[in-house]
């Protein structure tokens, strides 16, 4: 799997998603190799969408055709400033992979210490259900910059807080610290998804 992360500031967030329904309903039927995407916006204004594609070169068909220059011509004058990608080969699913029946989803960021280490607390189905049974699944996505964005789905909102108040084992939270930095949580309150039907 290939993982394409876009984000950027976006004040104009009625127009954005007007845009990626169109992407969704014209486009997306015809990309071959797409799989989904997560999108959504955090409380401060950042558009952040995680795009899913079978492969590398899937997604750069995608992106050289003309018809996507086009749409992406048009559609990143709906950002504020910036842009930011990250392009991901390194691909982990959490559980099934990403849900489009989560009712919230937080995207953790930052810089990885230790990617072997990472990739396997993502994997650790048991451990994971264990303790933050209200997660549903995710991906985690490591740039070849070193850093990482980890995409995770919940039931709810209000599971999720909850899940967090939970005293994590010191043993889990080591392992954590050690193979991460700098890390910063995106909340997409309202998470919107695009799938290929």
Do not use: K
């Not at 015809?30 to 997560?38: F, N, P, S």
Request: proline residues 3%; aromatic residues 8%; glycine residues 8%.
């Amino acid at each position: 799997m290939f993982i394409q992360v876009i984000q950027g500031r976006c004040s104009r967030q009625d127009e954005m998603q007007a845009a990626m329904a169109e992407w969704e309903a014209e486009r997306g039927p015809e990309v071959v190799g797409w799989l989904g995407g997560t999108y959504g916006f955090t409380d401060d204004g950042l558009c952040v969408a995680v795009v899913r594609f079978e492969s590398e070169e899937a997604a750069r068909a995608n992106s050289d055709s003309r018809e996507q220059s086009a749409w992406w011509d048009r559609t990143s004058q709906l950002f504020d400033g910036p842009i930011e990608f990250h392009d991901c080969t390194d691909v982990t699913m959490m559980m099934d992979g990403g849900s489009d029946d989560a009712g919230f989803v937080q995207i953790i960021q930052g810089r990885v210490l230790d990617a072997d280490a990472l990739r396997a607390m993502s994997t650790d189905t048991d451990s994971l259900h264990r303790m933050r049974p209200e997660i549903i699944g995710g991906t985690l996505a490591i740039d070849a910059d070193g850093t990482f964005t980890e995409t995770v789905a919940f039931t709810d909102e209000a599971a999720a807080r909850q899940g967090e108040s939970t005293e994590m084992p010191d043993e889990v939270r080591e392992q954590f610290e050690q193979a991460m930095a700098d890390v910063r949580y995106l909340d997409l309150h309202h998470p919107l998804f695009m799938s290929r039907t």
